[in-house]
């Protein structure tokens, strides 16, 4: 059975840290591109960033550069987002996907609350 679940999330003050994991099962982990969506509170769902299975990546919003890491172990399975001096903008619901056959596949979703 393909399956993404996912731990972490939690709420967090600005400046603070939280990471998020995503464990694969049911398909070649290693030779899919991994990536990290969020649906802020409201608004659409929205790419965080993507990593391809030899670790090129690419952030899709520039409001994360520099503060978010995605980071991918392809020996565990595993799918990481860094999150690093979040902000109140960054509350969200994250979800981690995969397109495996060209079907689509998400995470469980991890929310993220930033308040102060």
């Given at each position: 059975?393909?399956?993404?679940?996912?731990?972490?999330?939690?709420?967090?003050?600005?400046?603070?840290?939280?990471?998020?994991?995503?464990?694969?099962?049911?398909?070649?982990?290693?030779?899919?591109?991994?990536?990290?969506?969020?649906?802020?509170?409201?608004?659409?769902?929205?790419?965080?960033?993507?990593?391809?299975?030899?670790?090129?990546?690419?952030?899709?919003?520039?409001?994360?550069?520099?503060?978010?890491?995605?980071?991918?172990?392809?020996?565990?399975?595993?799918?990481?987002?860094r999150?690093?001096?979040?902000?109140?903008?960054?509350?969200?619901?994250?979800?981690?996907?995969?397109?495996?056959?060209?079907?689509?596949?998400?995470?469980?979703g991890?929310?993220?609350?930033?308040?102060?």
């Amino acid at each position: 059975q393909v399956q993404l679940v996912q731990s972490g999330g939690g709420s967090v003050q600005p400046g603070e840290y939280l990471r998020l994991s995503c464990v694969a099962s049911g398909f070649d982990f290693g030779t899919y591109v991994m990536n990290w969506f969020r649906q802020p509170p409201g608004q659409e769902l929205e790419l965080v960033a993507r990593i391809t299975g030899s670790s090129v990546i690419e952030y899709n919003l520039d409001s994360v550069k520099g503060r978010f890491a995605i980071s991918r172990d392809n020996l565990q399975r595993t799918l990481y987002l860094r999150m690093y001096n979040l902000q109140l903008e960054d509350a969200a619901v994250y979800y981690c996907n995969a397109r495996p056959g060209g079907v689509d596949v998400w995470g469980n979703g991890s929310l993220v609350t930033v308040s102060t």
